[in-house]
């Protein structure tokens, strides 16, 4: 029993005598820095200058991680990145109602199939390729536009979905697709003598209500009496 006391004495010396000699070095050390005040000094450098290094490296990892985000995202419509490509699409035609609000004429948006003839070795075999997936393509009017030397012709309106992706599945960089507002009249024939039509464009109306429009503001909707 004496002999564990007198162990338990001896580290509990020891813990003490460790402390104070700990608290002796930290006296020392703070005695060393109040008489080196140029060493207190540098290290504060040392220190802010640390701080400085980290934060300038977080933001320009920031930086570079937008900048990444920005240059890898696809395009989305076209096959071909030609920049003879036509990138300005017209403002959408107003929509056109009767007086209890039946629509006689609105737009859908559509793909407008186009080409760089001038890319073409062999049109042939590109025309008997999208005959195949547009049907009631006019095929004479297509080798005649694709036989030329234009940079852009367009060869077909209003593509469905399943034809456009058809067309992307080709994989010919001088084909270029586009979307386009396609103007369309869900009455049909019952009021096209008053509702008229517009030009393949949609720029222009061509009779009746369509013509009408123009005068008043073909961007804003209308309503017949």
């Avoid at 006019?138 to 067309?167: D, F, K």
């Avoid at 009021?191 to 222009?204: L, S, W």
Wanted: proline share 6%; glycine share 6%.
């Amino acid at each position: 029993m004496s002999h564990r006391n007198n162990l338990y004495a001896v580290r509990a010396g020891g813990d003490l005598a460790t402390a104070l000699y700990q608290r002796g070095q930290s006296i020392e050390n703070l005695a060393f820095a109040q008489q080196n005040p140029q060493t207190l000094k540098t290290n504060r450098r040392l220190l802010l200058a640390q701080y400085l290094f980290v934060l300038a490296f977080a933001v320009l990892g920031v930086r570079l991680g937008g900048l990444t985000l920005e240059t890898t995202t696809p395009p989305l419509v076209q096959v071909s990145q030609s920049p003879q490509f036509p990138q300005t699409l017209q403002a959408p035609r107003a929509i056109i109602k009767d007086r209890n609000d039946v629509i006689l004429a609105t737009q859908i948006s559509m793909t407008i199939l186009g080409a760089d003839a001038a890319a073409f070795d062999n049109p042939h075999d590109v025309v008997e390729q999208l005959k195949q997936i547009v049907p009631d393509l006019n095929t004479s009017r297509a080798l005649r536009l694709l036989s030329g030397e234009s940079r852009y012709v367009i060869l077909q309106r209003g593509l469905t979905p399943h034809q456009h992706q058809a067309v992307l599945h080709l994989g010919n960089p001088a084909l270029q697709l586009r979307p386009s507002p396609h103007r369309v009249y869900p009455t049909g024939a019952t009021a096209a003598h008053i509702t008229g039509f517009a030009d393949a464009d949609m720029q222009h109306g061509l009779s009746g209500l369509e013509q009408t429009l123009d005068k008043i503001e073909p961007t804003s909707s209308f309503t017949t009496t």
